[in-house]
């Protein structure tokens, strides 16, 4: 159980287009979901913290304009990346808790995101 | 705030070695601690974690870690390292609603 299911895996995009990465979790109801970015062989930085309904909390430094979040289901987030430009170019993580009660929280698979 | 360290960027060990990936932690109170593992392009996948009881927890692929208070260490440990224990492995603590993670260490697991 607990399963986040994140998609696409891959995604080639052009400059200036957008591009949508979905996050489910399948077998549980997700109180609140996270965004994170991740370049190459560097931790994780969190970028936004979503909760069903509502609105997200960015983290500082983040463009809310450019990262759109959208939290509409307990299973359901996605993070749109807007007139994307190949700075954006990177690896983005979604994670979810709520998972049975559990503390850990659970990641999707990740998405390899290239603008170019 | 709640923080981890990995005091180590990477760790190389010979297959059948045993491996230690070492994590520390500055926490106020009664810490929760957790370890990750990320293989190259993937996701996180929960190893184990630390709530109270027993300094010496199992979890998952035969790893375990050591909670050590007066080390404030939770260092993660296998007894014979595997080449497809190779990955990258973040330790990580909840600090308010949201987790920390330590800066990742790349185990490299020759065969």
């Known amino acids: 159980g607990a399963v986040v299911s994140q998609h696409p895996s891959r995604v080639i995009c052009k400059s200036g287009t957008s591009v949508k990465i979905e996050c489910r979790s399948l077998d549980f109801q997700a109180t609140t979901m996270f965004w994170y970015r991740q370049f190459p062989k560097k931790s994780l930085m969190l970028m936004a913290t979503s909760n069903e309904g509502s609105k997200a909390t960015y983290e500082q430094g983040v463009e809310k304009d450019k990262f759109l979040i959208n939290h509409a289901s307990l299973t359901l987030s996605t993070l749109t990346v807007t007139s994307a430009h190949p700075e954006d170019s990177s690896f983005y993580i979604c994670?979810?808790?709520?998972?049975?009660?559990?503390?850990?929280?659970?990641f999707g698979q990740g998405t390899r995101l290239t603008v170019v | 705030a709640q923080s981890v360290a990995q005091p180590e960027d990477q760790v190389n060990v010979a297959e059948g070695n045993p491996l230690t990936v070492k994590c520390t932690y500055s926490?106020?109170?009664?810490?929760?601690l957790f370890w990750y593992v990320q293989y190259p392009n993937r996701g996180l996948q929960f190893l184990l974690k630390y709530i109270t009881g027993d300094n010496l927890v199992k979890g998952s692929y035969g790893f375990e870690a050591e909670f050590n208070k007066s080390q404030t260490s939770f260092h993660l440990k296998k007894p014979s390292a595997l080449v497809s224990d190779s990955a990258l492995y973040f330790c990580a603590v909840p600090n308010d609603y949201k987790l920390s993670f330590g800066a990742g260490t790349t185990v490299t697991v020759r065969a």
């Open positions: 994670s979810a808790t709520g998972g049975g009660g559990r503390t850990e929280a659970f």
């Open positions: 926490v106020s109170g009664n810490p929760y």
